[in-house]
């Protein structure tokens, strides 16, 4: 069913808002046990997105290649 347009709308003004605070909607595909592990961080760590545990094992990862 096609959206309509003040959802489009929405959605455009989201994204605006969202690259001029610097960030970027990316859609991954990932198993099933990634998931899990990206859920679980979220819980331990009380954190509000997986895109923040997902952060968060990016800048790990980062500290430790160097």
Known sequence: MPQTAAV???NVRYRRRLRQAGGREVL???P???LRLI???KERQ???SRSL???QLIERGT???Q
């Open 53 to 55: 545990a997902l952060l």
């Open 32 to 34: 099933d046990e990634t």
């Open 8 to 10: 489009e709308d929405r």
């Open 39 to 41: 859920d679980d961080l």
């Open 46 to 48: 009380g954190l509000r």
């Open 28 to 30: 991954f595909q990932l």
């Open 63 to 65: 500290e430790a290649a």
